[in-house]
């Protein structure tokens, strides 16, 4: 599976003062046109700051009458500016903030609520605005004018959907299942045995996998395993909607793009039915659903650089959002089923003009599957290389007034690792109307960039460039190269709750299976063979036309690649023992 990185085709800095979508808030404000009808609101300000920066969510609720488009405004007490927003359209001027709804989320009911967020830099002190505004009208708590005619209300709105019987962490206090397959092919190689009791995901990867390929374990084999095992959660990757990888080609599956009524009953019925068995009820079963598809139609479907035909296809044709939200819709009637959609990477998604479509895309899909409650969480960096956290250089930093967001590596983008873009993706999804309990995960477990290359500190202050790339402990030569690369290391070794609005850091691409075989491979899995793997290759729009990176000699992706593997735990980070 591939992970193709793509800048926005129109790459957008943010004018001086002005101007990004955020999410707004909407409560009761009266207009000229509305005198007479009651309007109350109020706001709760939540921030996430880490000096210099923060992100923040302003959950407005309408106290008052229902609004059809909404206006909200603060003043910042300090030199606050906002660099990007969601859930709304943000702009601002000097101190003074104004947020209007976006057009899909303009009427707001009495009660309810809209949580417009953003990301801000700022020096000094940040203190929460001392005051919001809501289509002109200070947010008291309350209602005013006309006094309501029917008792205002008690207690606050529901934010969440009534509880199931979901745990809010399925990975809190678990026994991960580990899979003895993999397990057995890393205790096998040099050094193997220091990580091969850890858990990494089963790829549902077409639909004999169900049964076991090649007399390897199947869906029921793996389950019957993790109940030996005492595990209580299990990871599965659901991996084969119609025409997938449609801006790739080492991991085209074996449906067409059509074949929509297959991927129902031949693959996605039998897993559900599977899954659902009474016997597998105390394990938590995780479920990664569908890497990159969803993203591929937000970025590479038409209209950008990046774009493919096979991609344009399957969105005229609709098979991805059906495919997923078919997916979403069985697994998620099932009690113990945690559904995680996939959400791309920071490198691919992070711009505005890509982050905003996906959240609605996303808000989109999980409706079309009946509810958002079939989403239990996202999950980002899946296969792919990302650092979770660059601990020498933010986004917010400059380099003699020039913003690193202005470096090549970074290009604008408005996030440079994994958490801080997974911890804003749930910010804005539980804006634009997920449950407020919702869990990311990441995976880590490829992108710990350990080993020789790894800088000890920053970057110099020669340059924005020499302080980026002298900086970033991500050593690939363009954050949009994805497949078998040198220098990567394990990263962080899987864990739950490892930090604010993560449920767990995971393995889902099992350390040493390749991305993807370097030259071309015949085979019967339908995977083709993408240039991306060609260590000669020197790239496309997607990765900036520059070298690959990948490693030589890697074979068919999944299929073990022992050199990769050793690369692996050369360049850990955390080191191995
Ligand atoms: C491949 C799958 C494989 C998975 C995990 C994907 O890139 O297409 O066949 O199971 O990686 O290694």
Redesign the pocket.
């Known amino acids: ?2 992970h193709p990185s793509v800048r926005p085709a129109v790459r957008r800095g943010l004018a001086a003062g002005a101007a990004a979508a955020l999410l707004a808030t909407g409560a009761v404000v009266l207009t000229q046109a509305e005198a007479g009808a009651a309007a109350g609101c109020k706001v709760d300000y939540v921030k996430n700051d880490w000096g210099g920066g923060f992100t923040a969510t302003a959950t407005v609720t309408n106290l008052g009458d229902a609004l059809n488009g909404w206006t909200l405004e603060w003043d910042f007490a300090g030199d606050q500016k906002v660099t990007s927003g969601w859930t709304g359209t943000f702009s601002q001027s000097g101190q003074h903030v104004t947020v209007k709804n976006a057009s899909w989320n303009g009427s707001l009911a009495t009660n309810a609520s809209v949580a417009p967020g953003f990301q801000a830099t700022y020096s000094g002190t940040n203190a929460a605005p001392a005051s919001f505004k809501l289509n002109g009208q200070t947010c008291t708590g309350g209602t005013s004018s006309p006094p309501p005619t029917s008792p205002p209300p008690t207690s606050p709105p529901p934010t969440s959907p009534p509880p199931g019987t979901r745990v809010d962490n399925p990975f809190a206090g678990a026994k991960q299942y580990v899979n003895p397959e993999w397990s057995a092919l890393a205790a096998a190689e040099p050094g193997g045995s220091k990580i091969s009791n850890q858990p990494t995901a089963v ?1 549902l ?2 639909i004999a996998a169900i049964e076991g390929v090649n007399g390897g374990m199947g869906l029921r084999a793996h389950l019957d395993q993790a109940l030996k095992e005492g595990a209580t959660s299990a990871e599965f ?1 659901i ?1 084969d909607l119609p025409g997938r ?1 449609c801006a790739a080609l ?2 085209n ?1 074996e449906l067409g793009p059509t074949d929509i009524d297959k991927y129902k009953t031949q693959y996605i019925d039998p897993i559900a039915a599977i899954m659902s068995d009474a016997k597998y009820a105390g394990i938590h079963i995780v479920t990664v659903v569908e890497p990159d598809s969803l993203p591929n139609l937000v970025t590479n479907a038409g209209g950008t650089a990046g774009s493919t035909d096979a991609c344009a296809t399957m969105k005229a044709n609709g098979n991805y959002v059906n495919g997923v939200a078919y997916a979403l819709k069985k697994l998620g009637a099932i009690p113990n089923v945690y559904n995680y959609v996939d959400a791309g990477h920071h490198a691919w998604l992070g711009w505005d003009s890509n982050f905003n479509p996906t959240v609605q895309l996303f808000a989109q899909v999980a409706d079309a599957s009946g509810s958002k409650s079939n989403v239990h969480g996202f999950i980002t960096n899946t ?1 792919n290389y990302s650092a979770t956290h660059e601990p020498y250089f933010k986004v917010t930093d400059t380099v003699n007034g020039t913003t690193v967001r202005q470096s090549k590596w970074v290009d604008w983008n408005n996030y440079v690792d994994e958490q801080s873009y997974a911890q804003a993706l749930r910010t804005a999804l539980v804006g634009a109307g997920f449950d407020s309990h919702l869990g990311m995960l990441i995976d880590t477990s490829r992108n710990g960039w350990g080993g020789s290359a790894r800088p000890a500190g920053p970057g110099p202050l020669t340059s924005v460039d020499d302080y980026v790339n002298g900086g970033r402990i991500d050593r690939r030569i363009h954050a949009g190269n994805w497949c078998n690369q040198s220098g990567a290391g394990l990263g962080e070794r899987p864990a739950a709750d490892p930090a604010t609005g993560i449920d767990a850091y995971v393995w889902v ?2 350390p040493g ?4 075989a370097s030259q071309l491979v015949d085979n019967d ?1 339908g ?1 083709g063979f993408d240039r991306m793997c060609d260590p000669t290759y020197t790239g496309n729009a997607r990765n900036g036309n520059n070298p690959t990176g990948a490693l030589p000699n890697a074979p ?3 299929h073990w690649f022992s050199a990769q593997f050793q690369e692996l735990l050369k360049n850990a980070y955390p080191a191995l023992p």
């Open positions: 599976m591939r790829w990867d077409r990757v991996y990888d080492a991991s599956g296969a691409k099992p299976e390749s991305d993807g899995e995977k068919l992706a999944g």
